[in-house]
Each structure stands twice: as structure tokens, then as C-alpha cells.
């Protein structure tokens, strides 16, 4: 394990003494608990394999917390990326769907993206979704509903109320989008072109005011390279909404409902493996994305925190998608290498590795344990059979839904943590603890 030079120490609210970071780098991956890192483990790097971040020196689980919108009195016992991502960034738990604002209330919390700006450091944004989408927008952002990420999202429908309120007519902040374009975080890399191709309450793109406050806007990974040696706040918007993932199943391989025989009997799935996706094309990787950051950070004058998001885990796993999971697990581990290696240079980063909530995909036995049965015996919901690097099989079963997308899960999730106040990450915390060590490490406590 890498020795660091830990810097300065400021006191903890417990009164002993916390090692001070100079730099913050969290990642975020979306969806990702116990069973998803496993399935990607076994599948990538096999039985005995772990992720870099499964070597850090200090680990812990977060309890992810979530409350009623009508009575925040009352806890729910599954989140969103929303509540888990205001819990992260701010330390208050809400209601699911609100970006950083109060269940019930709807008042704005501070974010530790702003606090770190206040107190003249350098903040960035990387991520595989939109950055308007729940978990980025949950830094920087203060809306009613993770919906409205650009000025036409911000109007109901039928079927949602959206968040008239936050209109800037009504003296809201305007869509997640434009707050986004008037944020001043330095740096933002990530989808969501469409929700900046709108035009404001005023008739203005958000890509006009963007430009207008100061950002290069840069559309993909050449530019992005063009631009490594170039200051000045950066907005990199590489495709339309969530970019492409990385890998599919091979044969468009995925999980299924299982079919049964007439007389009762399975159908065995065939089993597939996992294979590049060609729609990535040559968008930058989320690791490509995060070095881009970290270089363009690296000159700040007091430090800088950036946050990075793996954010298609979730989204693979709710579509039953195994190898989608496994590839931007694969590119999560990319990305927290590079900032390992920043690390080496840079003793003074603290590096935090965690999640917003749990997911639904869990191994499960195939055939059956208990297949000797003269009953028919069998996973419920969705399943997939995957060949492993070690040459054996392996299924993923998902079933929170019969008809639509699979659910999130109440599962408490990881936390890996390396680097000058990252001993503060031990035993059983809350996920919204996440916001307090960074600002003890940082010293803006």
C-alpha cells in the first residue's frame, strides 16, 4: 500500500485529529452493491480477483436512507439516485427524486461541491449519463424533481406535476441544465447534449449561456484531448443523453424470463459471453474522461474535488443487461486507477469509492440446489447465463418485475476509501456520513 503524506491535521467533531487533504476525487457507482461488484469481479478479473479499490486500506457500508415527501418523518427503505445523491453530496436525506433540496420543504441544501468553491477550490463533474441526470445534478443542482433537467422538462404533464415552482418566473432556479451552465464548477464531462440544446424562459440556449459564462463547449474525444492544455472552464457534452456503455452480450445476448417445456420442464438460456460495443464509437471512456479532469485540476491553486460517476451499472441492471453492468463496472475500476495513479504524485488526494443504492441482479445456482425435485425448480423473473474467463458458467438472475424495468434494492452499499482523512471510513456509517468526512479532509468544517 502506497505511504501518504497525510498534510496538516484539523479536528473531528469527535475531537481527535483528522488528517487534511489538499484534493477530493469520489466515485459513484450508480446501482453498485455486494452482488453487482461480485458479478464483475467473478466475470473480469475471476474468483480470486479484486478491484483496486477492494485493496484501499479503509472500507466501511453505508446505510442508504430515504424519507417519505408528505412526512419526512417516515423513512423509505429504498432510494433513488436523487435521494442518494443529495444524501452524498449535501448530507441530508430526502425524499426520492429531490436534487438537492428538503423533503416536504423543497429548500435548497448546500452541496459539498459549492463548499468547496466557497473555499476557493477547483470542482468537476464526470459521468457516463447525463450531466443533468440525478447523481451529477444532485452536486450542483437544487430542483423539486430529478425530471426536469432542461427548460421543456420543466412543464406538467399529465401524469407529472414536473416543477412549475422552479421555473425562474415562478423564482425558482430554472432546470437542472441551466443551473448547471451557471454553476462555475470547472469542469463537466458527460451526455445530456439535448437538455443544453433548449432554449431558456427568455428564448436563449443554455449552450448560449454556458458559452456566455465562460465555457469552452467540446463535443468529443478529440477535442476533449485538444483541450488538455487549454484553461478556462470546460463543458464536454459527447452524446444526446446517457453515452453508449461499453461492452453488450455477445449475439445481443441479455437476461430473460426463463420458458418452460409443456410438460413443466426449463429451458435452459443459452450462455454467452460479453464483447465491445460498436455504438460506443469514439466517445471518450470514463477513464479517458476522468484524466481529462484530473489534468485540467491538477494546476489548482488550493485543491479541488471532482466527482465521477459510473452511471449505466444502474441502468444495465435495470434493463436485466449483465455485460452492460460488467463493462462500466470494468470502466469504473479504469477510472479510480488513474486517480490511484494521481495519487503517487499527489499524496495530499483523498480518494473515495461508493454508491448511491443497491440493485437487483444477485448469482444464483444453475441448475438448482434443489433441481432433484420431482417439482420444477427455477429462478423467478429474468436470467443469464455467462462464460467466464475461467471457463466456467455463471448465472445472473434478476427478479424485482415481471413486466417492466428491474428495481432498485434497500441494500446497504459499499464505501473504499484511500488517502488523508480516509480512516474516518470504518465499521457501519449512514451514506449521508460521506459529506461530513469530505468536508473534515478538506478542513471546511
Known amino acids: 500500500m502506497l505511504a501518504l503524506g497525510l498534510g496538516a491535521g484539523?479536528?473531528?467533531?469527535?475531537?481527535?485529529?483528522?488528517?487534511?487533504?489538499?484534493?477530493?476525487?469520489?466515485?459513484?457507482?450508480?446501482?453498485?452493491?455486494?452482488?453487482?461488484?461480485?458479478?464483475?469481479?467473478?466475470?473480469?478479473?475471476?474468483?480470486?480477483?479484486?478491484?483496486?479499490?477492494?485493496?484501499?486500506?479503509h472500507r466501511a457500508a453505508a446505510k442508504v436512507q430515504t424519507v417519505l415527501e408528505r412526512d419526512p418523518r417516515v423513512p423509505v427503505y429504498?432510494?433513488?439516485?436523487?435521494?442518494?445523491?443529495?444524501?452524498?453530496?449535501?448530507?441530508?436525506?430526502?425524499?426520492?427524486?429531490?436534487?438537492?433540496?428538503?423533503?416536504?420543504?423543497?429548500?435548497?441544501?448546500?452541496?459539498?461541491?459549492?463548499?468547496?468553491?466557497?473555499?476557493?477550490?477547483?470542482?468537476?463533474?464526470?459521468?457516463?449519463?447525463?450531466?443533468?441526470?440525478?447523481?451529477?445534478?444532485?452536486?450542483?443542482?437544487?430542483?423539486?424533481?430529478?425530471?426536469?433537467?432542461?427548460?421543456?422538462?420543466?412543464?406538467?404533464?399529465?401524469?407529472?406535476?414536473?416543477?412549475?415552482?422552479?421555473?425562474?418566473?415562478?423564482?425558482?432556479?430554472?432546470?437542472?441544465?441551466?443551473?448547471?451552465?451557471?454553476?462555475?464548477?470547472?469542469?463537466?464531462?458527460?451526455?445530456?447534449?439535448?437538455y443544453f440544446d433548449q432554449p431558456d424562459e427568455d428564448g436563449v440556449s443554455v449552450l448560449r449561456r454556458a458559452s456566455d459564462a465562460g465555457y469552452r463547449v467540446v463535443r468529443d474525444a478529440a477535442e476533449l484531448v485538444e483541450t488538455s492544455e487549454v484553461s478556462g472552464k470546460l463543458l464536454g457534452l459527447f452524446g444526446d443523453d446517457t453515452l453508449p456503455v461499453e461492452w453488450v452480450g455477445e449475439a445481443g445476448g441479455r437476461a430473460r424470463p426463463l420458458q418452460l417445456t409443456e410438460w413443466g420442464q426449463v429451458i435452459a438460456p443459452q450462455p454467452f459471453g460479453c464483447v465491445a460495443n460498436p455504438s460506443f464509437g469514439t466517445r471518450p471512456t470514463l477513464q479517458a474522461m476522468t484524466r481529462a479532469a484530473l489534468t485540467r485540476l491538477e494546476s489548482a491553486p488550493d485543491g479541488f474535488v471532482l466527482m465521477v460517476e459510473s452511471a449505466s451499472i444502474d441502468k444495465q441492471a435495470h434493463a436485466g443487461n449483465p455485460c452492460g453492468q460488467i463493462g462500466e463496472t470494468r470502466a469504473l475500476d479504469e477510472a479510480v486507477r488513474t486517480a490511484v495513479a494521481f495519487q503517487e504524485t499527489h499524496p495530499d488526494t483523498l480518494i473515495l469509492v461508493s454508491s448511491d443504492h443497491g440493485h437487483s441482479a444477485q448469482i444464483v445456482p444453475w441448475p438448482s440446489l434443489f433441481a432433484s425435485r420431482q417439482d420444477a425448480q427455477y429462478p423467478p423473473g429474468k436470467v443469464a447465463r455467462l462464460l467466464t474467463l475461467e471457463g466456467g458458467e455463471m448465472a445472473v438472475s434478476y427478479g424485482t418485475n415481471t413486466t417492466y424495468l428491474e428495481e432498485h434494492t434497500g441494500t446497504q452499499v459499499p464505501v473504499y476509501a484511500q488517502g488523508p482523512g480516509a480512516a474516518a471510513v470504518r465499521g457501519l456509517i449512514r451514506q449521508s456520513d460521506l459529506f461530513g468526512i469530505v468536508r473534515r479532509a478538506l478542513a471546511l468544517e
Open 10 to 57: 484539523v479536528p473531528s467533531a469527535a475531537g481527535q485529529t483528522t488528517p487534511r487533504a489538499r484534493n477530493v476525487v469520489l466515485f459513484i457507482g450508480d446501482g453498485v452493491d455486494d452482488h453487482q461488484l461480485t458479478i464483475a469481479r467473478n466475470y473480469l478479473l475471476g474468483a480470486d480477483g479484486e478491484f483496486v479499490f477492494e485493496a484501499f486500506e
Open 78 to 194: 429504498v432510494g433513488d439516485s436523487a435521494s442518494g445523491g443529495t444524501a452524498i453530496a449535501a448530507g441530508v436525506v430526502t425524499s426520492r427524486g429531490r436534487v438537492a433540496t428538503r423533503a416536504g420543504t423543497g429548500e435548497p441544501v448546500s452541496t459539498i461541491l459549492e463548499q468547496a468553491a466557497a473555499a476557493g477550490k477547483r470542482t468537476g463533474i464526470v459521468t457516463t449519463s447525463s450531466i443533468s441526470d440525478a447523481t451529477p445534478a444532485s452536486f450542483a443542482a437544487h430542483v423539486r424533481r430529478r425530471w426536469c433537467q432542461g427548460p421543456r422538462e420543466m412543464w406538467p404533464t399529465p401524469t407529472d406535476p414536473r416543477c412549475p415552482e422552479d421555473l425562474k418566473a415562478n423564482g425558482g432556479l430554472g432546470s437542472i441544465a441551466e443551473q448547471l451552465a451557471g454553476s462555475g464548477i470547472d469542469v463537466l464531462l458527460g451526455g445530456g447534449y439535448r
